[in-house]
């Protein structure tokens, strides 16, 4: 149980584009959802809470007009990039909270990459 | 902000227990301690979570010391499949009864044959 599914895993745009990527809770209702975002090399950070119903909640330096997030119901978030540049290219990964006690299900991610 | 330090690399042997450390000196009394790791280009995996009590499930033994200001993962008998950065995470509130997971730089554990 527990599993989150994240779409697409792979997305190659042009630069000054859209491109939306997809967090699904398939067994679960998740009152919660994260977005992170992960460089080469890096480790995972924060970009984003969302709860369902409500705005979402952005970290400190992460533009929320460029990163659209929308988390319409308990089963579905989406993140779209918006006016993408080759600097937004990054591995995109998507968290939901709820369903069994540890609470943190992480999606597989999205190979964003803008040229 | 992430609360804990860990080292950057670590090796063990395979069919060895993997012993991977965690501080978090700052960690207040309602803060739980998870563990997450990721291989390449995956999404991070649930290990283990704990409060203060250590805590064992299929995967892995969690090791939490009195003070709480640190914690050890253990893996007892490591394969090459468990290659991967492991990351120790201090759950922190962050308003409106939400919690988030900040994840500090990890320890990339490299099981040898």
């Known amino acids: 149980g527990a599993v989150v599914s994240q779409h697409p895993s792979r997305v190659i745009c042009k630069s000054g584009t859209s491109v939306k990527i997809e967090c699904r809770s398939l067994?679960?209702?998740?009152?919660?959802m994260f977005w992170y975002r992960q460089f080469p090399k890096q480790s995972l950070m924060l970009m984003a809470t969302s709860n369902e119903g409500s705005k979402a909640t952005y970290e400190q330096g992460v533009e929320k007009d460029k990163f659209l997030i929308n988390h319409a119901s308990l089963t579905l978030s989406t993140l779209t990039v918006t006016s993408a540049h080759p600097e937004d290219s990054s591995f995109y990964i998507c968290s939901a909270r709820g369903g069994q006690n540890y609470g943190y299900t992480f999606g597989s991610g999205t190979r964003l990459t803008v040229v | 902000d992430a609360k804990t330090t860990q080292p950057p690399s670590m090796d063990c042997a395979e069919g060895r227990a993997a012993n991977l450390p965690c501080n978090h000196s700052t960690i207040s009394g309602n803060e739980y301690v998870y563990w997450y790791r990721q291989i390449h280009s995956q999404g991070p995996q649930y290990i283990i979570h704990?409060?203060?009590n250590n805590e064992t499930n299929e995967m892995a033994s969690l090791i939490i010391t009195e003070d709480r200001k640190s914690s050890t993962l253990i893996l007892p008998h490591a394969t090459l499949r468990d290659t991967a950065v492991y990351y120790c995470i201090v759950r922190v509130e962050s308003g409106g009864s939400n919690y988030k997971l900040t994840f500090g730089k990890g320890t990339l554990l490299t099981v040898n044959p």
């Open positions: 704990g409060l203060k």
């Open positions: 067994d679960f209702q998740a009152t919660t």
